[in-house]
């Protein structure tokens, strides 16, 4: 039916334990060359996301989030798969230097206020146990490193990003992609289950 009016959304409704097999068929009988699906039961109306995106970018690091963010402000309407349930406390980064400071006053002033008031100001590093640099030496107005925890970094990021009506797909795994002349389908799977969930893309972002 979908094919014969054309229709390139459809919504199908039925009960909760055909969802799968349904879904199957769709995949196995290249219907999604056709038209986009959403099968739900009754009781999931309320929960219905769309699944199409132009960007999906695979983790919820700084590097991520930062991009999506630009990303959405261009009004380029971005996922982000995370496959980590909660963010780590974990840090493998621990400051900011002036350059990104000074990138983060010209494109995102406000969010440049939050790491400022969030982070330490340090004019001092040091080299092995010999030597002192003096960072106040900077040509810049940021003669200084922020000193920040990546964990910190990425609440801000993610705040914000969320602020601005986007979403990290939390517990959701990058899995694969498949690359046509039109258009990216990329599949993620939900906490290492062996279902995927296919989402149409422009474009996808890896990150290693």
């Given at each position: 039916m979908a094919r014969l009016f054309g229709a390139k959304n459809v919504l199908f409704l039925t009960k909760k334990k055909a969802i799968d097999s349904i879904m199957s068929d769709f995949w196995d009988f290249g219907f999604d060359s056709s038209f986009n699906i959403i099968v739900c039961n009754n009781e999931s109306m309320h929960k219905i996301e769309s699944n199409n995106f132009d960007v999906v970018i695979d983790g919820a690091g700084p590097v991520g989030l930062l991009a999506?963010?630009?990303?959405?402000?261009?009004?380029?309407?971005?996922?982000?798969?995370?496959?980590?349930?909660?963010?780590?406390?974990?840090?493998?980064?621990?400051v900011i230097h002036a350059g990104?400071?000074?990138?983060?006053?010209?494109?995102?002033?406000?969010?440049?206020?939050?790491?400022?008031?969030?982070?330490?100001?340090?004019?001092?590093?040091?080299?092995?146990?010999?030597?002192?640099v003096d960072l106040s030496l900077i040509e810049s107005k940021y003669n200084f490193i922020l000193a920040i925890e990546q964990n910190d970094s990425e609440k801000i990021l993610e705040e914000y990003f969320e602020s601005l009506g986007g979403k990290v797909w939390r517990g959701y795994e990058f899995f694969d992609a498949e690359i046509s002349s039109k258009k990216v389908l990329s599949n993620s799977r939900r906490n290492k289950s062996r279902k995927l969930t296919r989402h149409q893309n422009r474009w996808c972002k890896y990150q290693h």
């Open positions: 999506a963010i630009n990303l959405h402000k261009a009004g380029i309407k971005t996922a982000i798969f995370e496959k980590q349930k909660v963010r780590s406390n974990l840090s493998r980064a621990l990104t400071l000074e990138l983060l006053e010209e494109t995102h002033p406000d969010l440049l206020q939050k790491f400022l008031s969030e982070g330490k100001k340090l004019q001092q590093g040091h080299l092995g146990e010999k030597y002192i």
